[in-house]
Each structure stands twice: as C-alpha cells, then as structure tokens.
C-alpha cells in the first residue's frame, strides 16, 4: 500500500515538474523570439448602433451620435491553430458624435432664369468628430497569455476611426444629406430671392 502511494506521488510530482518546465519554457521562448516561427492569429469584431440623428443648419448637415462595442481576440498559433490557454480578448467601448457635410466652397448657384436657379453639390465629406470617448470595458487573458503579444488599443481606435468607416457613414446617410443640402440652400437663395426655384444637382 505504501509502495503504490509513494509511486502515485512520484508520478504527480513528476506531472507538476514537467508542467512548470513547459511554462518555463513557453517563457524564454517567448522572450528570445524562438517562437517567431508560430503566428499569431488575431479575430476583431465591430458592433455599433447610431444612437441619434441630429439634423443641423451648418456646412456640416448631419451629425451622427455614435456608440458601440469592438473587441479584438489574439491567440498563439501553431500550424494554422490557436494554441489553448494563449488567449486574450480585449472590449473597447466608443461613443463620439460623427459630422457630415460639405465643403461650400466647392458649391455653385448659377442663376438660369428670372427667378430660377441651378446649385451644384460637390461630393459629401466626412468633417470631424466631436467628443470621442474610448474605453475598455473588459479585458480578458488566459493563463499563457503572456505569451501573446498584447492587443494594440490605439490601432483599435484608429480602425473605428478609418476611412472605411468615415465612407459607411456617408453612404448611409446620402438621403438625408441630400435633404438637408436642399434646406440649407434653399433658405439661403430664397432670403435674397423670396420667388427662386431651385434645381439641385449632386455628384453621384
């Protein structure tokens, strides 16, 4: 009896030492760079709602409260696989107003008749943001996840911030930027010309 407990904790003392080395070695492996030859495979998902549509009299016409949720997962790789326990998953919370407009200086009113007149939109643009607010609201790692480079937040917020996001916005908003174009200008023409007719036209 004593003969099987004394070979049971031997192989359990054995299993904790051979654990504790295979940490160890993940560590120096990490830090001297050995691992370079395993990828690092990275998963990034973006869930917002345009909280509120704010229809403005400025060269900006639109302005977009925006808020949502991104969060990134990043993992050591080995052939094509997350290695388990390497883990980490990171939630950025976001909230910012978005402006939308145009530049005036590239519009033209050209008059074509007594009291009518044709105004040229150029192309709407993506103005500027208005209190952007950055958060993490969970940031989760697994037990190796000091292996694994840790999740950049600020290239987080700049691909909540990019170009592609700045075009959804526009695009998705082109209706009403064409509405407020035409609120905006015919106001203006009508406060020199109270019997102006307009024709707008806007670049596709």
Wanted: hydrophobic content about 40%.
């Amino acid at each position: 009896m004593a003969s099987q407990l004394g070979k049971w904790v031997v192989r359990a003392l054995t299993l904790i030492l051979v654990f504790c080395l295979a940490v160890g070695a993940l560590f120096v492996a990490g830090t001297v760079g050995w691992l370079s030859g395993f990828g690092i495979k990275t998963e990034t998902h973006d869930s917002q709602v345009i909280q509120a549509i704010e229809r403005t009299q400025e060269v900006a016409l639109l302005s977009l409260g925006i808020q949502g949720i991104k969060n990134s997962e990043r993992c050591r790789e080995a052939f094509g696989k997350c290695v388990p326990g390497t883990g980490e998953t990171v939630f950025l919370q976001y909230n910012f107003a978005a402006k939308l407009g145009i530049d005036g200086a590239k519009v033209s009113v050209t008059k074509t008749g007594e009291n009518s007149y044709r105004i040229a939109v150029p192309d709407f643009i993506f103005i500027g943001y208005d209190e952007p607010t950055f958060k993490v609201a969970v940031e989760d790692g697994s037990l190796l996840s000091w292996t694994t480079p840790d999740i950049d937040k600020v290239e987080m917020v700049n691909e909540i911030l990019d170009g592609d996001a700045r075009a959804s916005y526009l695009e998705s908003n082109r209706d009403l930027l064409q509405d407020q174009t035409k609120v905006f200008y015919n106001s203006l023409v009508t406060s020199v010309d109270p019997a102006a007719k307009t024709t707008f036209e806007f670049r596709s």
